[in-house]
Nanobody, 116 residues
């Protein structure tokens, strides 16, 4: 069983920044698997925001390119999402996700609200 815990969400004004963090108790989970950040806005489908592979390769949704940065902190067993130049359309619940052999795991999410 893999447990993921997101943190770092909150209320921020447009143009501001937030740093989300996804933590797991298992160091090997993040070190050998691709980890994803998704978001789900009210009334919309969950969408993939950013991905980091075990080798450190990153990929971003077009909406996140140039503003968001995904990174892994192996000393803290976390995968982080640095978000800058936030806009109201970034308002959503943000979820951490990892797929391992035998399961696809999600955290409970952290809410990001961007005011105009």
């Amino acid at each position: 069983q893999v447990q993921l815990v997101e943190s770092g969400g909150g209320l921020v004004q447009a143009g501001g920044s937030l740093r989300l963090s996804c933590a797991t108790s298992s160091r090997i989970v993040f070190s050998i698997n691709t980890v994803n950040w998704y978001r789900e806005a009210p009334g919309k489908q969950r969408e993939l925001v950013a991905t980091i592979t075990s080798g450190g390769r990153t990929n971003y949704a077009d909406s996140a390119k140039g503003r968001f940065t995904i990174s892994r902190d192996n000393t803290r067993n976390t995968v982080n999402l640095q978000m800058t130049s936030l806009q109201p359309e970034d308002t959503a619940n943000y979820y951490c996700n990892v797929m391992v052999p035998g399961g696809n795991y999600w955290g409970k999410g952290t809410l990001v609200t961007v005011s105009s």
